[in-house]
Structures are given as structure tokens and as C-alpha cells.
């Protein structure tokens, strides 16, 4: 993608579907996950045992499917955007999902939490305005 | 102690199988497969390299290893702290493919690494 060429509307608002996506279905699997409790690594069985729990909610189900629907979206837009403009892009999903976990799932945000997701938001989009470039 | 062992897996298990994978898919494009699409055909080859299956050994380690964390960490956690691939990415991209990373990459990756120490500051 040249700088002249802007991504169109469409592409944007992929984008903001795929973001939408990843939050969502990670924020699903998370939820399915609290229902099932804490999986400690006593056994190889209560291993086994927890899993099996945890697949027989239908909320890790729809969170594989919604993360499989970004994986599809992510190849989508990997077609018509740089992965440069796609990283930093992307990484407002961090602070998404926190958003989210405070939101939906009741957790504590602290002022700390908060600061390292926008360090890490600024970092991403560094790495991802690198341009890139092969020793060969 | 098990927060961290389990985050580190899901980071070096979920870019080893990135890696593993995209290097499969590369070599892919050297072999010759007959028929079907081009996509189609670049999986198939894809999926005939031993790296291909190992990328998916890993991946899937990751992905339960994610789930696992999950049951005990909060989500808000969890996902800022595997920001930490983009740390394994560049110095793995320095120590096993002698790229060079120029000074932005490497300013983004120590926001990064302070990102997650905050995060794992609120943690305790």
C-alpha cells in the first residue's frame, strides 16, 4: 500500500470488524474459562477433566468461531492493506479488551494497567511504522 | 510463578508456531503441487513439510496453555501481557536470523517491555 493510495471506508470498517473480533472472542473464551474455574496442573486427568469442562460451553464454542471469523477477516485485509498498517492498527484491541473485561466481566482496570496498555499501544505502532527491510 | 510460566509459553510456543508455519508456507512456494487454486495448492505443499505440522503442534500449545491462564487470570491482563511476542519477534529476528532491527523497531519494543512491567505491576 503507497501513501498516496488511502484505505477506503470499506477497509476501515473491516478493520474495525476484525479488532471487534479479536476483543470479543477472547473476551468470550475468557468468560467460558471463569465458569470453569481455575485448572491447576495436579494431574495429567483433572487436566484432561477441566478441558472437557471447558469444551462443553458454549461460550468457548462461539469464542473459536468469532476468532476463527477474524483469522478470516485478518486474510481479507492482509489482501488489501500493508501488515505495517495492520499491526498498529490492530493494536487498539489491547486496550478493547480491557475495556471489555472491565465492562463485561467486572474486572479491576487499575491506573497501572491502564498506563502499560497505552505503552504498549504506543510501542506496537512504532514496531509497526518500521518499514521493513531484508538483509539479502 | 505459574502466571508466568503459562504466559511464556503461550508467547514462545504461539510465535515458534507463527514462525514454523510461515516458513512452511514459503518453502510451499518452491514445490510443485498439481492441481486445484493457487491458495489450495500453496496449503497442500504447506501441509506435506514436517515444519508445518510442527507450527501447529505449537500453536495449539499455546492455545490451551491461553485458555488455561484464562481460567485464574483476568483477560485485561492476560492480553496486554502477550504484547511480549513483539520482544521475542525482534530478538529472535537479531539472534537466530541476524536481521537488523533499526532504532524505531527497538524503541517501540522497550515501550513494550515498560508496558508490560506496568502491567504486571498492577498485578500484584
Known amino acids: ?136 | 510463578m505459574r502466571t508466568v510460566v503459562c504466559l511464556s509459553i503461550v508467547i514462545l510456543a504461539g510465535t515458534g508456531g507463527d514462525l514454523l508455519s510461515a516458513h512452511a508456507m514459503k518453502q510451499s512456494a518452491r514445490l510443485e503441487v498439481t492441481g486445484g487454486s493457487a491458495v489450495a495448492m500453496l496449503l497442500q505443499g504447506g501441509f506435506r513439510l514436517s515444519a508445518m505440522w510442527a507450527g501447529l503442534v505449537l500453536q495449539a500449545l499455546a492455545f490451551f496453555t491461553l485458555l488455561a491462564l484464562l481460567s485464574w487470570a483476568d483477560v485485561s491482563f492476560v492480553v496486554p501481557a502477550t504484547a511480549l511476542n513483539y520482544v521475542v519477534g525482534a530478538a529472535g529476528s537479531v539472534l537466530f536470523f541476524r536481521e537488523q532491527v533499526d532504532r524505531t523497531r527497538w524503541a517501540g519494543v522497550l515501550l513494550v517491555c515498560l508496558g508490560v512491567a506496568f502491567i504486571f505491576a498492577s498485578e500484584r
Open chain 1, 1 to 136: 500500500m503507497n501513501d498516496s493510495k488511502k484505505p477506503s471506508l470499506g477497509t476501515f470498517l473491516l478493520l474495525a470488524v476484525a479488532v471487534a473480533l479479536d476483543a470479543g472472542g477472547t473476551l468470550l473464551l475468557s468468560g467460558g474459562m471463569k465458569h470453569v474455574g481455575s485448572i491447576e496442573a495436579a494431574t495429567s486427568p483433572a487436566v484432561v477433566r477441566a478441558f472437557g469442562r471447558a469444551f462443553a460451553r458454549v461460550e468457548i464454542w462461539l469464542g473459536i468461531a468469532t476468532l476463527i471469523m477474524w483469522f478470516i477477516c485478518s486474510l481479507v485485509l492482509f489482501s488489501r492493506i500493508d501488515f505495517s498498517y495492520f499491526q498498529p492498527a490492530s493494536a487498539i484491541g489491547y486496550a478493547l479488551v480491557a475495556l471489555l473485561g472491565y465492562a463485561v466481566l467486572g474486572e479491576t482496570v487499575t491506573a497501572a494497567r491502564w498506563i502499560g496498555i497505552v505503552c504498549i499501544c504506543a510501542g506496537v505502532t512504532l514496531i509497526g511504522r518500521t518499514p521493513p527491510r531484508t538483509t539479502a
